[in-house]
């Protein structure tokens, strides 16, 4: 992979051959106090292991396979707890926006507007994105193959905006299953802007269960490992006190005892590459 350009978020700083930046938190936001303490408990992990973390947790998951599932707590109330966690917490938050009015609404907590993967091909949505002039984290639906992606850089850039991440998160294969081609990684990042593996959703079942989504977890520090290892720039990750009982996604996300251990390998494999890159 080439050398990306730098994008400062925050306090953090990602691509150009920089340590790798950990997204992390729950999909949803269940409540005020459980997602605070989530916020809290990621950040003390990695402030001891000296990687820059970025919260993100959605206020709304507006693609939920059933009608039944659970959404969040909506725009409003999402977004005041993620702006006590910015505060609080001292982190730069990201969300997805879903609509153009959303971008209006979220512009003055988030710092990273993330287009949903379903979403990314929605030129409205991405231009006004783009015209926020905020960081804008576009994951690559799971439709389209990664040279796709130049026509939505395109977009964003005709705005004059070029704060873009670029976000791997599989490619649909067969029926309920994805796969990670980490090809996608370095061909993407011949756009020069950061790259971010998303490990947990590249372990989702999409409607594997009927009425909702399954998950391998159980490959989610593979993956991770394998994206740092092919020179990827940032890791976003489902993190949960308790899979199990998660409200959406519970089957991909990865149980929060389980973080530190693991990304004290990927540390190890990020500084092994990025050297290289350096």
Known sequence: MIKTKVIKIGNVMVGGGK????IAGPCVIEDRKKTIALAGSIKKICVKQHIPFIFKASYDKANRTSIKSFRGLGIDKGLDILKEIKEKIGVPVLSDVHSVEEIDRAYDVLDVLQIPAFLCRQTD???AAGRSEKVVNVKKGQFLAPGDMKNI????ESTGNKKILLTERGVSFGYNNLVSDFRSLDIMSRFGYPIVFDATHSVQQPGGMGDCSGGNSEYVP???RCALAAGCDSIFMEVHHD???ALSDGP???KLSKLEKMLVEMRSIDKIIKDKIS
Request: glycine share 0%.
């Open 19 to 22: 340590p790798f930046v950990l």
């Open 125 to 127: 949505l991405i231009v």
């Open 153 to 156: 850089i395109i977009k964003i």
């Open 222 to 224: 593979l993956l991770s």
């Open 243 to 245: 899979p199990e009982k």
């Open 252 to 254: 991909n996300s990865l």
